[in-house]
């Protein structure tokens, strides 16, 4: 006979898409219906402590590669959130490009949103997503929205901003980030746009969090 869960177990959704896609605004808009049932873990909270390095190295480093981020951190705070324990997230400057000295407490929740570039290209991130989600964006509209969020939000200049999309965040895109579009369970176009789509996954997301009948129970 089975046995009633006393809870649920949370529910990992990963969300990735390139580079200014969208993904984020997703993800926020999904955190801000589920409210207190929801905890939002981004990528860029693991990019790799870069302290030792000089600052003009930080500036020209490759951050769009797998290699930029501490995968096995964010693995390893992925369980604890799933095991239903608060974990200590890293805190990121984008100015600085390297891992401040704060952290972030998070505790755990019915549902775990997990967005980033990578996100479904990583194996051990992907066998750990229970829905994986692709957000899709014509490239010069990516384009046109980071030079916007890099020059206003992180103090970059125009050239800089195209040197590196050019030199690295291009390339990457192409060889990582849109491969792993087929390993998704849904595709979403327009980003955090795509209103139709937003409310069908917070629907899909609020239904896995009502347990289960007894007779659903016994048939699983």
Partial sequence: MSKIPSKLAPFLVGIAGGTASGKTSVAKKLAEALKAHAVLIDLDSYYRDLSDLPFEERRVFNFDHPDAFDFPLLARHL????????????????????????????????VILLEGILVLDNPALRQRCQMKIYVDTPDDVRLARRLMRDIHERGRSFETVIEQYMASVRPMHHGFIEPSKRFADMIIPH??????AIQMLVSDLRARMRPKKLGELAKA
């Fill in 79 to 110: 369980d604890e959130l799933i095991a239903g324990r608060p974990i200590e997230k890293p805190m990121y400057s984008f100015v600085e490009h390297t891992r401040t000295k704060q952290t972030t407490k998070v505790k755990p929740a019915k």
């Fill in 191 to 196: 980003g955090g746009d795509n209103q139709v």
